[in-house]
């Protein structure tokens, strides 16, 4: 099993900067892809954006060019830098673990507990 601590949520004014950071234990070396996933008042959960094992990365295109994910492999982080934050960007941010299945095309998906990221306009 992997357990994941999201942390740096906070209020932000439209145009600011955020780092969110998200901290894996347990069955790290498990772990095939990190990402972010965010879940909007009414709205389902998305993807922000992933980041693989060997470093390949993928966005949202509503956060292209604005968001950065990063990710730790030593010290078993992930990060998302959010640049020119929007109100639509409010959210609950959740940190994702993907680890395959041994044997077969699956994989299991744990998540944080997330953190609210609120921008004002």
């Known amino acids: 099993h992997v357990q994941l601590v999201e942390s740096g949520g906070c209020l932000v004014q439209a145009w600011g900067s955020l780092r969110l950071s998200c901290s894996a234990s347990g069955s790290i070396f498990s772990i095939d892809a990190l990402g972010w996933y965010r879940q909007g008042s009414g709205k389902q959960r998305e993807l922000v954006a992933t980041?693989?094992?060997?470093?390949?990365?993928n966005y949202a295109d509503s956060v292209k060019g604005r968001f950065t994910i990063s990710r730790d492999n030593a010290k078993n982080t992930v990060n998302l830098q959010m640049n020119s934050l929007k109100p639509e960007d409010t959210a609950v941010y959740y940190c994702?673990?993907?680890?395959?299945?041994?044997?077969?095309?699956?994989?299991?998906?744990?998540w944080g507990q997330g953190t609210q990221v609120t921008v004002s306009s």
């Open positions: 994702n673990a993907r680890v395959p299945i041994s044997g077969t095309r699956y994989s299991n998906n744990y």
């Open positions: 980041i693989t094992s060997g470093g390949s990365t």
